[in-house]
């Protein structure tokens, strides 16, 4: 088999693959036997057709597969052990019938290729890096909503935010009067979670209220028009959520309201798996844990920045613009040629980028290894547990999931992706001169959505 490669000066080449009968033969009589051995065909017992009535029927499909097969890989491969820097995926320059007469053959494909660039990262290239204060009023704002969250739930005098409430639950009339009938709803055994009302209206009218007191509100509105929330609110069957439109009367028999933790030895356990000897450690580890939490927003604004940066940088390339409009065109639908220029426009500073971060990974010799796949699957194992209140999940079962989660080749291929992506902008973060600023969360976010 001969591959060979002709660049035109568009950045544009056609690789020529010229293939002879030796090169598939083989494959072509193996995949035919395989047939014969394993498939059912009319006239035949299993394994007893010969391979000349084997190759009247199915000659064309097969040869057809296996040359196709043979020299895509070899084109492919071609690319690889040159290292061309190709942009989109090869495109047949004609799509030819096999021949069965015939014994060599030629195809041809069209492929774009990026220009050679110089990319340089170094100190005399600025990126910022704006690390989000924490203020007095998160560090208070976490420390309630870790005191509620390991609280103990109690009777209560009043509703609040946070209470859960029990009672019946009737349908009203138009006038207000309680709905009766075989066709009226009501539960006489009504829960409801003031929190997790999505209408804020509706959640204001049970704020203060005493058990025993009735409360008109509107199921339908308090779920914002969840139906699967209407009917498990009020224990109806799905064909009956349209009738429950109206207003309801909640007739309130029992109130729990959540007593947050005291700052104790108990508290400090729950929370952080560890006591602290002062309040004052306690909250330090508080900030700490907040910084934590936002440092992701940090680092992901740093990347933006410095993507945007390096495309300034060294963007201005000439690229196959006709080559990959007609890339487009033939591997996506509801593009045309007519809507194709508006969408390449779209596309092409994210192309620039990828030029730009292949050279950056080359240079740099960035490649996820084993061991960088499975640490970032354990630790996306590990807050996955958390979120279900698994936060002393063991190693052997943190493992256990992080493996399970790696047999899916979709959620495998996306890993991948993004490690090599956070061991590209470490990087560039240690090569170039980060200018370390700390904001406000309100400055932060002006700086990451400079629209709004």
């Known amino acids: 088999m001969n591959v060979t490669l002709e660049k035109h000066d568009d950045g544009t080449g056609i690789i020529t693959v010229n293939i002879e ?91 774009g290729i990026g220009p050679d660039i110089d990319v340089t990262l170094d100190k005399n290239i600025t990126v910022p890096f704006y690390n989000i204060e924490v203020t007095q009023a998160m560090i208070d704002e976490q420390d309630e909503a870790l005191r509620q969250r390991f609280g103990k739930q109690e009777a209560g005098e009043a509703v609040d935010d946070n209470a859960f409430i029990k009672g019946t639950i009737m349908q009203l009339n138009e006038d207000g009067t309680v709905k009766e009938g075989e066709d009226a709803i009501q539960n006489n055994n009504g829960m409801l979670l003031i929190s997790h009302i999505a209408n804020k209206d509706e959640a204001a009218k049970f704020l203060g209220k005493k058990v025993g007191d009735k409360v008109i509100f509107n199921p339908a509105n308090s779920a914002n028009g969840n139906e699967k929330e209407l009917a498990s609110l009020l224990s109806i069957k799905p064909e009956q959520v349209e009738a429950a439109k109206g207003d309801f009367e909640f007739n309130i028999s029992d109130i729990l309201v959540v007593k947050p933790a005291e700052h104790n030895e108990d508290f400090y356990k729950a929370a952080f798996s560890r006591n602290f000897e002062t309040e004052a450690e306690y909250y330090e580890e508080l900030k700490k844990f907040i910084a934590a939490q936002l440092a992701p927003n940090s680092q992901i604004l740093f990347d933006m920045t410095a993507e945007k940066i390096l495309v300034e940088k060294y963007g201005d390339m000439k690229l196959p613009a006709n080559f990959l409009k007609k890339w487009l065109v033939s591997r996506q639908d509801g593009i045309t040629e007519e809507t194709v220029d508006e969408e390449y426009t779209r596309m092409e500073p994210a192309v620039k980028w990828q030029i730009i971060r292949d050279q950056i990974a080359e240079k740099n010799d960035i490649k996820p290894t084993k061991e960088d796949i499975e640490s970032y699957a354990e630790s996306y194992a590990r807050r996955q547990l958390a979120q279900y209140g698994m936060v002393d999940a063991d190693d052997e079962m943190i493992k256990g999931f992080a493996n399970r989660f790696m047999e899916d080749k979709n959620f495998s291929r996306q890993i991948v992706e993004q490690v090599a992506n956070r061991k590209l902008f470490m990087c560039i973060r240690a090569l170039v001169n980060v200018d370390e600023k700390t904001v406000s969360l309100d400055e932060f976010k002006a700086l990451a959505n400079p629209q709004e």
């Open 21 to 111: 009968e030796n090169d598939y033969a083989a494959k072509v009589t193996e995949n035919l036997k395989t047939i014969g051995r394993t498939h059912t065909i009319p006239g035949f017992r299993k394994g007893h057709i010969s391979i000349d009535q084997l190759r009247r029927r199915f000659g064309r499909d097969v040869k057809s597969d296996v040359i196709n097969h043979e020299v895509i890989d070899a084109a492919l491969n071609y690319i690889r052990e040159n290292k061309l820097n190709c942009l989109g995926e090869i495109l047949p320059v004609e799509v030819k019938e096999i021949n069965l007469t015939d014994k060599d053959y030629t195809f041809q494909y069209e492929v």
